[in-house]
């Protein structure tokens, strides 16, 4: 092993819970190295290249070869299979370059759901050791840093007391029809936020409205993964070094519970190690996990920071679900005109059953309906041609499909985002069998679903095809796509904050309770998945965690 380097801080993961403490640190003074396990891409290495990007392991690593794979085991099946479920970004910046961008906060029924409810039998719910009103001003702050578009004062359901940095998208015309189907029925539609610009900002330009976003990186700069917004602005001030291809495999603490070093591999898989002040892990709620129970030491037989053996447990996804409508173009474009009608964004969301105490369902909480149009991948359009077909449609039959979907038809989708409520049977430990491609012990995936959660979820598609259903004019048909199933890449819980230590791995500030130079700032702090996918809420405690840390480091406290 060489000889050891140190500096002030490291930061384990670049992503959104990691990019933050990282740019705020180096900003206030620090020394900071942070570590990323996948590629540094530049926007030259973004293309609309749907194999090389989707369908390959660009952003996230294949199942079954590689060095990266996951195994799960679902719905109570005793023996684990290898997956690339679970894979958020492997790459600076993380999932935030291959995002959608949503924009959407949290509130207060997110952040006291076991008050709010009285408790939920089988779910191991928690109240949050922070209040909304806490966390309010970091959403303005991460907002800000980053640039997201949007209009406030207009979802009658969200208490914010600043604008958005910029102003909202431009959407589609049809989503006039969303907010006149979805009032008809009682409900309150709003444009969607995006983490994407509308007008040029910090240097960057904005949108060119190409409509890759999800799933791609953005070859404009537009889109505001913390690639493109915080990882320049840290590098800038010449204190912050970013290593990628860089695999920690260990977290040495000492005999006092201090964390002395960072034990990886470099881009050349060379065993290296680097000492530090502050350890921040922000390597996804699976992957931080993983390694703290990897990190094993003789006051740590259980893992790292993990005395209250909750490492690992209460892990959270989002429930997922979604309706599909298919319209007839040209019956859209004779009563909404042709202007616009290649517009990529519908920008529309209702949040009236984010808490619904009258839906008589043993859970009140339930999620988002946000309505989009249907992904412009040609290949993913293709497969889903052929699977709404039953697999019948293939060859010149199939290319008719195609023919019609691209040109006589606009396909308008909603996506339910709901509670995924924490349970005994839905945790992380490590594998005994499968290793990665260095030798180690993978992350082993265990998920079973709350029937609570699968049964809010169902309650709420019916609700979001009731909507598409009320559209003038009537779509040629309207259906369910999916419902109950779980959106593995939003991800929460493995290291929960709470003020008891017997009952939480983190302190309010994710501070672990048991090693004082210790944090954990990604989804893993989450002891509730929320109605709404967690990024903004991940960058928003990221720098709260942030701030708090830097007066620390000026007080030389750390």
């Given at each position: 092993?060489?000889?050891?380097?140190?500096?002030?801080?490291?930061?384990?993961?670049?992503?959104?819970?990691?990019?933050?403490?990282?740019?705020?640190?180096?900003?206030?003074?620090?020394?900071?190295?942070?570590?990323?396990?996948?590629?540094?891409?530049?926007?030259?290495?973004?293309?609309?290249?749907?194999?090389?990007?989707?369908?390959?392991?660009?952003?996230?690593?294949?199942?079954?070869?590689?060095?990266?794979?996951?195994?799960?085991?679902?719905?109570?099946?005793?023996?684990?299979?290898?997956?690339?479920?679970?894979?958020?970004?492997?790459?600076?910046?993380?999932?935030?370059?291959?995002?959608?961008?949503?924009?959407?906060?949290?509130?207060?029924?997110?952040?006291?759901?076991?008050?709010?409810?009285?408790?939920?039998?089988?779910?191991?719910?928690?109240?949050?050791?922070?209040?909304?009103?806490?966390?309010?001003?970091?959403?303005?702050?991460?907002?800000?840093?980053?640039?997201?578009?949007?209009?406030?004062?207009?979802?009658?359901?969200?208490?914010?007391?600043?604008?958005?940095?910029?102003?909202?998208?431009?959407?589609?015309?049809?989503?006039?029809?969303?907010?006149?189907?979805?009032?008809?029925?009682?409900?309150?539609?709003?444009?969607?936020?995006?983490?994407?610009?509308?007008?040029?900002?910090?240097?960057?330009?904005?949108?060119?409205?190409?409509?890759?976003?999800?799933?791609?990186?953005?070859?404009?700069?537009?889109?505001?993964?913390?690639?493109?917004?915080?990882?320049?602005?840290?590098?800038?001030?010449?204190?912050?070094?970013?290593?990628?291809?860089?695999?920690?495999?260990?977290?040495?603490?000492?005999?006092?519970?201090?964390?002395?070093?960072?034990?990886?591999?470099?881009?050349?898989?060379?065993?290296?190690?680097?000492?530090?002040?502050?350890?921040?892990?922000?390597?996804?709620?699976?992957?931080?996990?993983?390694?703290?129970?990897?990190?094993?030491?003789?006051?740590?037989?259980?893992?790292?920071?993990?005395?209250?053996?909750?490492?690992?447990?209460?892990?959270?996804?989002?429930?997922?679900?979604?309706?599909?409508?298919?319209?007839?173009?040209?019956?859209?474009?004779?009563?909404?005109?042709?202007?616009?009608?290649?517009?990529?964004?519908?920008?529309?969301?209702?949040?009236?059953?984010?808490?619904?105490?009258?839906?008589?369902?043993?859970?009140?909480?339930?999620?988002?309906?946000?309505?989009?149009?249907?992904?412009?991948?040609?290949?993913?359009?293709?497969?889903?041609?052929?699977?709404?077909?039953?697999?019948?449609?293939?060859?010149?039959?199939?290319?008719?499909?195609?023919?019609?979907?691209?040109?006589?038809?606009?396909?308008?989708?909603?996506?339910?985002?709901?509670?995924?409520?924490?349970?005994?049977?839905?945790?992380?430990?490590?594998?005994?069998?499968?290793?990665?491609?260095?030798?180690l012990p993978v992350a082993r995936i265990t998920n079973i679903h709350h029937p609570a959660s699968d049964e809010v979820n169902r309650f709420n598609v019916r609700r979001g095809l009731d909507i598409l259903e009320a559209i003038k004019p009537t779509a040629k048909k309207v259906y369910p796509w999916t419902w109950a199933t779980t959106t593995y890449h939003l991800q929460h819980g493995t290291c929960r904050f709470g003020t008891d230590p017997d009952k939480s791995v983190l302190d309010k500030f994710c501070q672990s309770h048991d090693v004082k130079n210790l944090y954990v700032t990604d989804g893993s702090f989450m002891p509730t998945s929320g109605g709404v996918p967690a990024t903004p809420t991940i960058l928003a405690n990221s720098f709260r965690v942030a701030e708090h840390l830097a007066k620390r480091f000026i007080k030389r406290e750390i």
């Amino acid at each position: 092993m060489s000889r050891p380097d140190q500096t002030d801080v490291v930061v384990i993961g670049s992503g959104a819970g990691g990019a933050p403490v990282a740019t705020m640190l180096a900003e206030a003074g620090a020394r900071v190295v942070v570590l990323e396990r996948g590629n540094f891409y530049t926007i030259r290495d973004f293309t609309h290249d749907e194999v090389a990007i989707c369908r390959r392991d660009f952003f996230v690593p294949f199942p079954y070869a590689g060095q990266h794979p996951h195994t799960i085991r679902k719905k109570g099946k005793p023996n684990a299979h290898p997956t690339n479920e679970g894979w958020v970004g492997l790459c600076v910046g993380g999932g935030t370059v291959h995002m959608s961008g949503f924009t959407y906060r949290f509130k207060e029924q997110d952040l006291r759901l076991a008050s709010m409810t009285g408790g939920i039998q089988g779910a191991d719910i928690v109240d949050w050791p922070i209040s909304i009103e806490e966390l309010e001003p970091y959403y303005d702050l991460a907002e800000a840093r980053i640039g997201v578009s949007g209009q406030a004062g207009v979802n009658p359901f969200e208490s914010r007391k600043r604008p958005f940095p910029l102003p909202p998208l431009k959407a589609h015309p049809s989503a006039k029809l969303v907010d006149q189907a979805a009032r008809s029925l009682g409900f309150h539609p709003f444009p969607t936020a995006r983490a994407i610009l509308s007008r040029s900002y910090g240097g960057r330009p904005p949108c060119n409205y190409c409509g890759f976003c999800g799933d791609y990186g953005c070859e404009n700069g537009s889109k505001s993964s913390v690639l493109a917004s915080l990882i320049p602005l840290a590098e800038k001030t010449g204190r912050c070094q970013i290593r990628s291809g860089c695999m920690v495999h260990r977290i040495v603490a000492d005999k006092n519970d201090q964390v002395r070093a960072v034990e990886y591999l470099d881009s050349s898989g060379q065993q290296r190690k680097i000492g530090a002040r502050v350890v921040v892990v922000a390597a996804t709620a699976i992957e931080s996990a993983r390694l703290l129970l990897r990190s094993k030491s003789g006051r740590f037989p259980q893992g790292l920071a993990n005395r209250s053996g909750l490492v690992g447990k209460n892990l959270t996804f989002s429930t997922f679900g979604k309706g599909t409508a298919i319209f007839d173009r040209h019956k859209l474009e004779e009563k909404l005109g042709k202007q616009d009608m290649d517009m990529p964004f519908l920008l529309r969301s209702v949040q009236d059953d984010y808490w619904n105490d009258k839906n008589g369902l043993v859970c009140p909480k339930g999620g988002t309906y946000n309505f989009l149009l249907h992904h412009p991948n040609p290949i993913n359009a293709a497969v889903r041609m052929a699977m709404d077909s039953k697999w019948s449609l293939m060859g010149q039959a199939l290319k008719k499909r195609m023919s019609e979907y691209f040109h006589d038809e606009l396909w308008m989708e909603f996506e339910v985002f709901g509670e995924f409520l924490p349970n005994k049977g839905c945790y992380i430990d490590l594998d005994d069998k499968v290793k990665d491609g260095f030798g180690l012990p993978v992350a082993r995936i265990t998920n079973i679903h709350h029937p609570a959660s699968d049964e809010v979820n169902r309650f709420n598609v019916r609700r979001g095809l009731d909507i598409l259903e009320a559209i003038k004019p009537t779509a040629k048909k309207v259906y369910p796509w999916t419902w109950a199933t779980t959106t593995y890449h939003l991800q929460h819980g493995t290291c929960r904050f709470g003020t008891d230590p017997d009952k939480s791995v983190l302190d309010k500030f994710c501070q672990s309770h048991d090693v004082k130079n210790l944090y954990v700032t990604d989804g893993s702090f989450m002891p509730t998945s929320g109605g709404v996918p967690a990024t903004p809420t991940i960058l928003a405690n990221s720098f709260r965690v942030a701030e708090h840390l830097a007066k620390r480091f000026i007080k030389r406290e750390i």
